[in-house]
């Protein structure tokens, strides 16, 4: 009965997700910060190649743990399908400042950005982290998902693979 009840729920909050920010969008026109505190409109994001976009925090053991297996076979994606990953920290004033400490340590690849005030959150609908959004050459979200377990950036893989046949 458990087993039902959050098999439901998870259905309703995927459907809760796609109905509030639905699939084929384009990006808001939010600014977020680099790292260097500069300003980037996230609209601008380009690439030839599909792009993820994966919302993250420094005290989200979850987000570190899908961040830092991707960054171990994320050279090789990059090589067979172009992807580009962004990961934009959702870390507040009060724990903005280990992302950058945290992101040195770890040798991400990964382009990153800060969303402070949780204005590029709430514009594409993001209620937990790690939340992870696929977009296609033309910056249209096509696919998303919640949460991480080992292995989910398998399926990931195989989306972006869908993406440059």
Not at 85 to 94: F, K, M, Q, Y
Not at 101 to 110: L, R, T
Request: neutral net charge.
């Amino acid at each position: 009965m458990i087993k039902i009840k959050k098999i439901t729920l998870g259905l309703l909050i995927t459907l809760t997700t796609l109905i509030t920010f639905g699939q084929n969008r384009d990006l808001p026109n939010v600014i977020v910060k680099n790292l260097d505190g500069s300003n980037f409109n996230i609209s601008d994001l380009n690439n030839k190649g599909p792009i993820v976009i994966s919302f993250w925090a420094t005290w989200c053991k979850p987000c570190k743990k899908e961040l830092n297996n991707i960054a171990e076979i994320y050279e090789d994606w990059q090589d067979e399908t172009g992807v580009k990953l962004v990961a934009v920290s959702i870390d507040d004033s009060r724990s903005m400042s280990k992302v950058a400490p945290y992101v040195n340590a770890s040798d991400w690849e990964y382009e990153i950005y800060l969303d402070p005030n949780s204005d590029l959150k709430r514009a594409m609908g993001v209620s937990t982290v790690p939340h992870t959004f696929l977009l296609n050459k033309e910056n249209k979200i096509v696919w998303q998902h919640k949460g991480y377990i080992e292995g989910d950036e398998i399926e990931l893989y195989k989306e972006i693979k869908k993406l440059v046949k």
